[in-house]
């Protein structure tokens, strides 16, 4: 499920180049995605985060509630940081950025395939060292407090994204922006918005080391 059309060709190009794999369906839209899976019966989704009008999150839950079985990896230009951990917590089973060589986005696709979790290896050693910190410490990460739409609201925010911006960019109103921020704030114990978006984007900028505190001040 990708929305861009030359992009969406490539892949499937790709895929049907291997022997032993061949693109079954298509789809530029969540309700085409959904529609099309109990008609083609695949064995693997290919989703994007970014769709046509609709939010990639959103259809991995829905596909993992209507079919559990089905394993999904997501292929995108997203960063991998919260944006991978986003995905596998939504019930994809695997994350890859769409700048990496043909080969691997062959073996994650193979490997998702075979049952098992792809991640790069950068962001595998990022979740460890963040795991072994967080049971050294006693303590979860701040972040692990958001839910997964105030995950993204945060992202969006380090990314200097206006309320009108994330609104757009997630498909929902400006007041449901405004709410998600309070809740942000509340959460992780922010004074303001100056202080919100200097901690947002600490994190986007610095990895999952700026994840241990909130930036007070």
């Known amino acids: 499920m990708e929305d861009h059309g030359i992009a969406r060709l490539g892949l499937t190009q790709l895929i049907n ?5 061949v693109v079954c369906g298509e789809a530029e839209s969540a309700p085409g995605a959904l529609s099309g899976i109990p008609q ?10 970014t769709l046509k009008n609709d939010n990639g999150l959103e259809l991995i839950k829905t596909i993992r509630s209507q079919d559990g079985s089905l394993p999904i990896l997501v292929v995108s230009m997203h960063d991998e940081y919260l944006n991978a951990e986003l995905a596998l917590r939504a019930g994809a089973r695997g994350y890859i950025m769409k700048e990496e060589a043909i080969e691997k986005v062959l073996t994650a696709i193979r490997q998702v395939l075979d049952g098992k979790i792809f991640l790069s290896e950068r962001m595998r050693d990022r979740m460890v060292e963040n795991q072994l910190r967080h049971r050294s410490a006693d303590k979860a990460s701040p972040l692990e407090l ?14 200097w994204r206006g309320t009108e911006q994330i609104a757009q960019a997630l498909h929902i109103s400006v007041k449901t922006v405004e709410y998600y921020r309070q ?35």
């Open 146 to 159: 958001l839910s997964d739409r105030e995950l993204e609201v945060f992202q969006l925010i380090g990314r």
């Open 183 to 217: 809740q942000i704030k509340l959460k992780l114990g922010l004074k303001n918005a100056i202080e919100l978006a200097r901690y947002a984007t600490e994190c986007v900028q610095r990895g999952p080391g700026a994840r241990e505190t909130t930036s007070q001040g």
């Open 40 to 49: 083609h019966k695949p064995s693997l989704a290919v989703v994007d985060l």
């Open 17 to 21: 180049q291997q022997s032993d794999m």
